[in-house]
């Protein structure tokens, strides 16, 4: 392991989110529109569902006004809302470590590598015991949105999972449909879409204009120097050929797109948090202890930061 976690930015995020919390909770209206965006990264959202964990064991739930995710992220988020946010941390070192979601040898004979629509039944209870609650997910007075990438053109969007077609978790299937290693098309409406992360990897400056954020958390789900392990940049390789030009450029580029939304939130006026994370946790670690001591390090980290802003 090589790097640690690390915040970025003002920690007076955090504490405007418990103040719009504390508000709320006493029927008031905060000035404070604080959003949460958590980005996509696969196994290493892990990180992301621990540190949202803490959030909800600390009450701050609401006090988020609106929360956007990416590809794992939308997961992350949708379970936060749903206050079963602990609940969600168990998809990765339970569903995703199985057979059932994940398979080289499948995908090598022309299946997905990565079955997210296993986990789409999970979520909605079709498959043991943890079912997204709908219901309360609609109910939250949190704003959620997630990135889907449309697939004929490779435009990012944002689709309001509370509203989506023919329920929230279609939303969030498409969000974590990722190119190739998940085969089968998702819809909405007539539209097929892709993992979010292809076109917009961390949206930030889109969040900002669109929805006009107070301050904005970011959990990155990645260390600040991010290098993909060698086996998946070899897959990379071998599918490169079949690959739509956005798709390519996304899969072998320089993370071009990342590094300018990065620079905008840095110089932008809008306080911020961004939330680095270690290397411990892969995109496709399959070790249940690993993901486990990740887990219990996000949050761990998210409890002394929220120690540090008067918590």
């Given at each position: 392991m090589t790097s640690s976690f690390d915040a970025e930015g003002d920690i007076t995020v955090l504490r405007a989110i418990g103040e719009r919390a504390e508000t709320l909770?006493?029927?008031?209206?905060s000035p404070h529109r604080p959003w949460l965006l958590v980005l996509g990264g696969g196994i290493r959202g892990i990180y992301g569902a621990a540190a949202v964990?803490?959030?909800?064991?600390?009450?701050?739930t609401d006090g988020i006004a609106g929360c956007v995710g990416i590809s794992t992220g939308a997961a992350t988020c949708a379970y936060f809302l749903s206050k079963q946010a602990a609940l969600g941390t168990t998809f990765y070192y339970e569903e995703c470590i199985g057979r059932e979601?994940?398979?080289?040898?499948?995908?090598?004979?022309?299946?997905?590598?990565?079955d997210v629509a296993f986990l789409?039944?999970?979520?909605?209870?079709?498959?043991?015991?943890?079912q997204l609650d709908q219901k309360r997910l609609k109910a939250s007075p949190t704003e959620f949105f997630v990135v889907v990438t449309d697939a004929k053109d490779g435009h990012g969007e944002f689709v309001d999972a509370k509203r989506a077609v023919p329920d929230s978790v279609q939303a969030i299937e498409a969000s974590m449909a990722i190119p190739h290693f998940y085969r089968k098309p998702v819809l909405l409406g007539n539209?097929?879409?892709?993992?979010?992360?292809?076109a917009l990897p961390l949206p930030a400056k889109e969040v900002i204009e669109q929805f006009a954020p107070t301050h904005?958390?970011?959990?990155?789900?990645?260390?600040?120097?991010?290098?993909?392990?060698?086996?998946?940049?070899?897959?990379n390789i071998l599918t490169y050929p079949f690959m739509s030009p956005f798709?390519?450029?996304?899969?072998?580029?320089?993370?071009?797109?990342?590094?300018?939304?990065?620079?905008?939130?840095?110089?932008?006026?809008?306080?911020?948090?961004?939330?680095?994370?270690?290397d411990r946790v892969s995109v496709f670690t399959q070790n249940k202890r690993t993901i486990r001591t990740g887990m219990a390090e996000a949050r761990s980290h998210m409890r002394t930061?929220?120690?540090?802003?008067g918590f």
């Open positions: 909770s006493q029927g008031g209206t964990t803490q959030l909800e064991a600390s009450a701050l979601f994940f398979s080289i040898r499948r995908m090598l004979f022309g299946g997905s590598g990565a789409a039944r999970v979520m909605r209870g079709a498959v043991g015991l943890k539209k097929r879409y892709i993992d979010g992360g292809v904005l958390l970011v959990l990155a789900n990645r260390p600040r120097m991010l290098v993909s392990p060698i086996w998946y940049r070899f897959i798709i390519r450029e996304s899969a072998t580029g320089d993370g071009k797109g990342f590094i300018e939304e990065l620079a905008y939130v840095r110089d932008s006026k809008i306080p911020h948090l961004i939330i680095w994370t270690n930061l929220l120690e540090q802003a």
